[in-house]
C-alpha cells in the first residue's frame, strides 16, 4: 500500500455544504470532489469549451443518481466480471 500524506483544512459550514452539492455519489471524498473542480478550472483557462461539457456531464450524472439511475459496485463488478 502506498503511503499517501494526508492534511486537515479547515472551512466553514458554508463552503463544506457547496462542496457537498458536488459530489456524485454519497461516499465521494472531498478530496475527489477538489480534484474534480481543479480539474474543470485547469481546463477553463486552456480550453474553455471542454470545460463546459464537463460540467455540464457532471451535472447530468448527478440528475441520474439522484433519480436513481446508477449502478451499484457489485453490478459493475459483475458485468465487469470481476
Known sequence: MVNKEITTIKLHEGTKSQLDRFREYKNESYDEVIKKMLYVL???KTHPELSKKAVIAIEESR???KKGNFL???EARERLGF
Open 42 to 44: 485547469k481546463k477553463a
Open 72 to 74: 451499484t459496485e457489485k
Open 63 to 65: 440528475k441520474r443518481i
